[in-house]
């Protein structure tokens, strides 16, 4: 089975914290995805990454970056959180890219910045 | 520009009714389309997809969904629905263009005793 792993399911924070959601899959996938779910927009994409070490901006960039360092792992990043970032975190890893390959979702980090 | 709509937010039906959750979709091309499913707690798990073919689609536990061109829609479908399909369920159209999802807002669903 597929095992894509996000390191926290419940995190606080503070309003100027740097934050850092991490994503982990095990099956070698190449393409790596950070979605950002809000309650009556669905999922909207934040950051994507084809390999490691490389990046492409999703549909809601503003205030947020990765790293892709090694292959497994995915960081999203948050330089200095804001209250509006509260959301549902979704962390996302599909083996060969393109639209027709099965992405498969981690469970979700819920984070609160107050 | 692509789009999703999902035009029920909530939806409730008892144990052993039938199904049918809405998705009409924006896109100017043959779409891609996807039925994910959300339960507590956990990620997204692809219920069903279609790309061509056949426009009545399978899917895994039991659920299904017809393309239909001439309504943009892409309605999934199940005849007879359990307790544990209480979840969030997202409709998707993919961007063969920029290589991207668009979902849908999401329709929650409550299944009664």
């Known amino acids: 089975d597929v095992k894509v792993t996000q390191s926290s399911r419940y995190l606080v924070k503070r309003t100027g914290e740097k934050v850092f959601l991490e994503c982990v899959q095990d099956?070698?996938?190449?393409?790596m995805f950070w979605y950002r779910q809000d309650p009556g927009l669905g999922l909207r994409l934040i950051y994507f990454s084809y390999d490691v070490k490389m990046k492409e901006k999703g549909d809601i960039p503003e205030g947020y970056s990765v790293s892709r360092e090694k292959k497994e792992r995915f960081s999203l990043i948050l330089e200095s959180a804001s209250t509006n970032q509260t959301s549902m975190y979704l962390c996302a890893s599909s083996a060969v890219g393109g639209i027709t390959d099965t992405q498969y979702f981690g469970p979700g980090t819920r984070l609160t910045v107050l | 520009a692509q789009s999703v709509t999902q035009p029920d937010i909530h939806i409730t039906v008892s144990e052993g009714a039938s199904l049918e959750l809405r998705c009409n979709y924006s896109y100017g091309a043959t779409p891609y389309l996807f039925w994910y499913v959300q339960s507590p707690g956990q990620g997204l798990q692809l219920l069903l997809k279609y790309f061509s073919g056949d426009t009545l689609v399978q899917g895994i536990k039991g659920f299904e969904a017809e393309f239909k061109r001439s309504q943009s829609s892409f309605n999934l479908r199940k005849p007879s629905v359990h307790w544990s399909d209480a979840a969030e369920y997202f409709c998707?159209?993919?961007?063969?263009?920029?290589?991207?999802?668009?979902f849908g807002s999401g329709t929650k669903l409550n299944v009664k005793p």
């Open positions: 099956m070698d996938h190449e393409n």
């Open positions: 998707a159209v993919g961007d063969h263009n920029f290589n991207k999802f668009y």
